[in-house]
T-cell receptor, first 112, second 110 residues
Framework: DAGITQSPRYKITETGRQVTLMCHQT?????MFWYRQDLGHGLRLIYY???????DKGEVSDGYVVSRSKTENFPLTLESATRSQTSVYFC???????????FGNGTRLTVT | GENVEQHPSTLSVQEGDSAVIKCTYSDSASNYFPWYKQELGKRPQLIID?????GEKKDQRIAVTLNKTAKHFSLHITETQPEDSAVYFCAAIGGNQFYFGTGTSLTVIP
């Protein structure tokens, strides 16, 4: 689905650096989500947003910050990257809280 | 919050056989249960979903069943084909959050 795009696709950063992952959707979906995917853990929710200027923590939010000043954008920032944050990050959106999720192509982040 | 358990973690079947993946959930208030397929290196994509007011839903070779009393739901794939090989995730909705199972890696052997 071209309606939700993530950038960059790949990122290598060093421990302690700040890094921001971008997510943009063109459907005007109310809900947006950030997940991380690690082997053996499936998809774990980091943060979600029900609307512009409304965000809530998920199960693994420590070390991450989000903002949603506009409906279409939902950037995820790692304030001080750690090796344990090496993962594949997926952004997703949905029209309503119990509507299907549409995923972006993911960002593979490596923290050295 | 919701807790979703998924079994088995890996599944191998011969081409043409059926595959069944099972999930349980904990929150009786959950009312939406989607299934996602993820091919290697790609994003998860919705393949079928079911809501709590329905017991079964079919889409060609794929079906999902829901037992609200027992709090479990299952994905059934019939006449499996090599292109069905992927990781499958179940999910349940609790309080506007999607809770995912840990995934089932399905391999269809030609």
């Amino acid at each position: 689905d071209a309606g939700i795009t993530q950038s960059p696709r790949y990122k290598i950063t060093e421990t302690g650096r700040q890094v921001t992952l971008m997510c943009h959707q063109t459907w005007s979906h109310s809900y947006m989500f950030w997940y991380r995917q690690d082997l053996g853990h499936g998809l774990r929710l980091i943060y979600y947003s029900a609307a512009a200027d409304i965000t809530d923590k998920g199960e693994v939010s420590d070390g991450y910050v989000v903002s949603r000043s506009k409906t279409e954008n939902f950037p995820l920032t790692l304030e001080s990257a750690t090796r344990s944050q090496t993962s594949v990050y997926f952004c997703a959106s949905s029209r309503q809280g119990n509507s299907p999720l549409h995923f972006g192509n993911g960002t593979r982040l490596t923290v050295t | 919050g919701e807790n979703v358990e998924q079994h088995p973690s890996t599944l191998s079947v011969q081409e043409g056989d059926s595959a069944v993946i099972k999930c349980t959930y904990s929150d009786s208030a959950s009312n939406y249960f989607p299934w996602y397929k993820q091919e290697l290196g790609k994003r998860p994509q919705l393949i079928i979903d079911i809501r709590s007011n329905v017991g079964e839903k079919k889409d060609q070779r794929i079906a999902v069943t829901l037992n609200k009393t027992a709090k479990h739901f299952s994905l059934h794939i019939t006449e499996t084909q090599p292109e069905d090989s992927a990781v499958y995730f179940c999910a349940a909705i609790g309080g506007n959050q999607f809770y995912f199972g840990t995934g089932t890696s399905l391999t269809v052997i030609p």
